[in-house]
């Protein structure tokens, strides 16, 4: 059971690696689902270790056996390695609860914060205009979704460029990529490995919009250097007070996405990076699922319901 619990606390560390290449590899937005997938599968998977870990643990104790009602000594492994790793469980799950709520909690003060902001600038259908020194552009989620742009971003742009610009925006809010960046930051607080996936799904997400922005205009050069001014023109601004999960042009490494609009030569295969993705999470879900029958079995036997 151990080591059938063990293996989805290990299998995450190969998921940055593989998101990286997916990415490369793979058009877009079909990475962009992939990794996205494997990061909140993998996160779960390794919850569920934790938690199987931890009642292992619990069920050890007298007083916990009693309320489980355990007539029988829970039958695993040697204690010395059972209780060890249940406590590193308890840490590791405390950690993850501490960081989630803080997360939590920052990410919907800033998310009012935003739409706040939003609701007393000048609105034209979806373009909302923010009067700020600030050049910064995002995607406000919500009801009704919102195209937000600074008056100093604007100033940036001539008049194909914001359309541009605007175009990436909307390709955002039309994609639900904030749900793909909430998924991401919540993984991410689940287990350290995957903390390093959340800027790949950052820089997909980006991906798609330049691409979705490019097909709208017409112009894949016009694209790029709209997304480059913009960067530029944020540049030295200092962090902008948004969610996470809210997405903005000038997000992830803006060099590369330029090079990927100037240069859209094929893709080259990637079938099998998209293999080793589903067959890491195939593991990793198969591995938990069978550990955590494999422990219910075991508390079943010890309740004296079923036999070894």
């Known amino acids: 059971m151990i080591a059938l619990l063990i293996l989805p606390l290990l299998v995450p560390f190969a998921l940055p690696a593989l998101a990286r290449r997916a990415l490369d590899r793979l058009a877009p937005v079909t990475a962009l689902w ?10 779960l998977c390794s919850l569920a270790a934790l938690g199987a870990f931890v009642l292992t643990g ?13 007539i029988r000594p829970l039958h695993t492994a040697s204690d010395r390695f059972v209780l060890p790793l249940a406590a590193l469980s308890v840490g590791g799950l405390a950690v993850t609860a501490g960081t989630l709520a803080r997360s939590v909690s920052r990410q919907v003060r800033a998310f009012r914060a935003a739409r706040s902001a939003a609701g007393h600038g000048p609105a034209a259908g979806d373009l909302c205009v923010v009067d700020s020194p600030r050049p910064d552009a995002y995607a406000l989620p ?3 979704h919102r195209i937000v742009v600074t008056t100093a971003m604007l100033r940036n742009l001539d008049g194909g460029e914001r359309e541009a610009l605007f175009a990436h925006e909307r390709a ?32 997909a997400v980006e991906r798609v919009a330049d691409e979705a922005a490019a097909r709208v205009v017409g112009d894949r050069r016009l694209t790029a250097r709209a997304i480059a001014r913009a960067a530029l023109a944020g540049q030295g601004a200092g962090a902008t007070e948004r969610p996470a999960f809210v997405p903005g042009a000038v997000s992830g490494p803006v060099p590369r996405r330029v090079e990927a609009l100037l240069t859209p030569g094929g893709r080259r295969a990637g079938g099998w990076v998209a293999a080793l993705l589903v067959a890491c999470t195939g593991v990793s879900c198969v591995a938990s699922a069978t550990g955590m029958a494999d422990f219910h079995h075991r508390v079943e036997v010890a309740q004296g319901e079923a036999e070894r």
């Open 34 to 43: 992939t990794v996205t997938a494997s990061a909140v599968a993998l996160a």
């Open 58 to 70: 619990l069920l050890k104790l007298p007083f916990f056996a009693s309320l489980g009602e355990l």
């Open 142 to 144: 919500g009801r009704p």
């Open 172 to 203: 955002h809010n039309a994609g639900g990529h904030h749900y793909f960046l909430a998924a991401a930051e919540l993984a991410a607080h689940c287990h350290p490995a995957l903390r390093r996936v959340r800027d790949v799904v950052r820089l």
